[in-house]
């Protein structure tokens, strides 16, 4: 089988080059971690049988889609959660689990059928929740591609839609109480995330590495002071 993985992420790209090394000579595996590699010439000099986009952040034009089976990883259990920002928003709607739905890619974002989902902690930093999303993807989820290519079926159910959350949404109130403190901080601290913050005067606090303390009666986390 000839693959194409697409990611930004550090961890990801880590991971997607391992998996090229451990299938070396069973499939022939690219990967691609640039936007502007992402191209209909690059596609047809490689006639990939499927194009899998772990965090991904860019939208594929319909002259990829529609020649070229390509696949998302969406951390929701669709059709609930489609849209932007989807760590974030069931965070703060006070979700400690989801399900990490592996779909493929459609005019329509988020809506195309559905090849498989795993479940999916949302316990600790969104760094942690990050990398136990690719352990999920690497591991489990396209080795099972590869050993056969699934059928998608249709989405079933209500529709909920989540629109992506803007940095300024990140800022800590003094009426929040503890636990979304916490919520807040750990959602944002990831790499390429605006952190949570409160403003200062002429200064902005933000912070990560957040945890409560032994007796489970303060939050201890880093901060650090910029300048607006």
């Not at 990829?64 to 696949?71: A, E, L, P, Q």
């Not at 006070?94 to 559905?114: C, H, R």
């Not at 003094?174 to 916490?182: R, T």
């Amino acid at each position: 089988m000839k693959v194409i993985i697409a990611t930004i992420k550090s961890w990801n790209i880590e991971r997607a080059n391992e998996l090229k090394k451990q299938y070396q000579g069973i499939h022939e595996i690219m990967v691609f971690t640039k936007k502007q590699e992402m191209t209909v010439e690059a596609l047809e000099a490689f006639e990939p049988d499927v194009v899998f986009m772990p965090h991904w952040s860019y939208l594929l034009p319909e002259e990829i889609t529609d020649r070229w089976n390509c696949v998302v990883f969406h951390m929701t259990d669709l059709p609930f959660g489609r849209g932007g920002s989807p760590l974030q928003n069931l965070i703060v709607r006070g979700f400690k689990e989801t399900k990490l739905s592996a779909i493929q890619v459609t005019k329509k974002l988020d809506a195309g059928p559905i090849y498989m989902k795993r479940p999916l902690s949302l316990e600790g930093s969104a760094t942690e929740i990050l990398m136990r999303c690719s352990d999920i993807i690497f591991t489990e989820m396209i080795p099972a591609f590869l050993q056969e290519m699934p059928k998608p079926k249709p989405q079933e159910g209500e529709v909920v839609l989540f629109k992506r959350r803007t940095p300024a949404e990140g800022e800590i109130k003094p009426d929040m109480a503890m636990e979304q403190i916490y919520d807040y901080i750990r959602m944002l601290d990831a790499e390429g995330y605006p952190r949570a913050f409160i403003p200062f005067g002429e200064y902005v606090m933000q912070f990560e590495s957040a945890h409560f303390d032994a007796a489970g009666n303060q939050i201890e986390a880093k901060v650090i002071f910029t300048k607006k």
